[in-house]
């Protein structure tokens, strides 16, 4: 299982990259294309709803990858004095309720998607924009976060039993302080 974590992972961060930067380089385009387009008095069409709808794809993969290098906020008040197995207990019981409370929103999220697929659910304005590819995009991007989720509470449980490493996370204690690398 390791190596299909690792192996996951670096597939993973490869090409999720491509898919967070790539709707960033889009929303940029149509937004200058906006901009000029204003002051011309011919603004882009659907720009509104374009960038709303590449900001969830960005926003929702982006956040996976985040999951997957530890990119987090940590609050450490008092568990730095604790053991290290106690460490990793708390970020195993972490990532478990994380994939709990995403596993939730997922489910809701792939209901939605299935409701604007089987609708073609488009927002109607001036022009037709389609929503439901976007809707479809949110739930898999959850669908990744969840997965990541998962797999950092499987890495957790073996560095509280005691591994020194576990897909590529190891543990290091420097001047008191536990760093994940």
């Not at 897909?167 to 204690?173: D, F, Q």
């Amino acid at each position: 299982m390791e190596r299909w974590i690792m192996a996951y992972e670096e597939k993973f961060k490869r090409i999720g990259t491509y898919i967070i930067f790539s709707p960033l380089i889009v929303m940029t385009v149509i937004e200058c294309l906006n901009a000029f387009g204003r002051k011309l008095y011919i603004p882009f069409p659907c720009a509104l709803e374009a960038v709303e709808s590449l900001l969830v794809t960005s926003v929702y993969f982006g956040v996976s990858i985040v999951a997957l290098e530890g990119g987090h906020v940590n609050v450490t008040l008092m568990t730095r004095k604790f053991p290290v197995w106690v460490q990793h207990l708390f970020d195993t019981i972490a990532n478990l309720l994380a994939s709990l409370a995403f596993g939730y929103l997922m489910i809701g999220a792939w209901a939605e998607a299935i409701k604007a697929i089987s609708i073609l659910e488009m927002r109607i304005g001036v022009y037709r924009f389609p929503l439901w590819p976007f809707k479809t995009l949110y739930a898999v991007g959850m669908t990744f976060l969840v997965l990541q989720m998962v797999i950092n509470t499987i890495k957790f449980i073996y560095l509280t039993a005691g591994r020194e490493s576990y897909a590529g996370l190891k543990r290091e204690v420097v001047e008191g302080e536990l760093i994940m690398t």
